[in-house]
């Protein structure tokens, strides 16, 4: 498998038009090119290929919780945001479908802090590190880890992890 770079907007695109939870970019292209699951290439010589990028102490989720870096941070809206950032990286595509969550009259997700500031009078949008998306920070921790299971559960995380992330927050 190889690691391309792709403008924002062309990302979205390609993200928006997910069918289903779980499937791939790849999966997506194909269908959107038309273009068969499995084809014969015929190798060439190698070219010049820019290696993937490695984002300084980036780690999945299973490192995140097993490093115990999550512990050290003081306040929950930091290790909150930690987990989001993480949840980003791990699967941008599940993360964009999931932040279509809402509570009863607040948007939780947003690209743009304007929405959020108009579902809600105080909630005190901040961006979601490393990532296109601003969340709502005016919220008691309790209501922080039922965001998280909401959009965990929505990427398809299994209830252990989801309840090992959510006791961490």
């Not at 939780?108 to 909630?123: H, N």
Request: charged share 25%; proline share 6%.
């Amino acid at each position: 498998m190889k690691t391309i770079e792709l403008d924002d907007d062309l990302y979205f695109y390609i993200a928006s038009q997910t069918r289903h939870i779980g499937e791939s970019a790849s999966d997506i292209l194909r269908r959107l090119l038309e273009h068969p699951t499995h084809i014969e290439v015929p190798l060439a010589e190698p070219a010049a290929v820019a290696q993937p990028r490695v984002v300084a102490g980036a780690m999945g989720l299973q490192a995140l919780l097993d490093s115990g870096e999550l512990q050290k941070e003081e306040r929950s809206i930091n290790r909150f945001m930690l987990v989001l950032s993480t949840l980003y990286r791990d699967d941008p595509v599940g993360f964009t479908q999931g932040t279509e969550i809402k509570g009863r009259k607040r948007v939780y997700f947003s690209r743009d802090p304007e929405a959020l500031r108009a579902s809600g009078s105080t909630t005190k949008p901040k961006p979601v590190p490393e990532t296109p998306f601003w969340v709502i920070t005016n919220t008691n921790t309790s209501r922080k880890q039922n965001m998280v299971a909401q959009l965990m559960a929505s990427m398809g995380y299994d209830e252990e992890v989801i309840a090992q992330v959510c006791s961490a927050i």
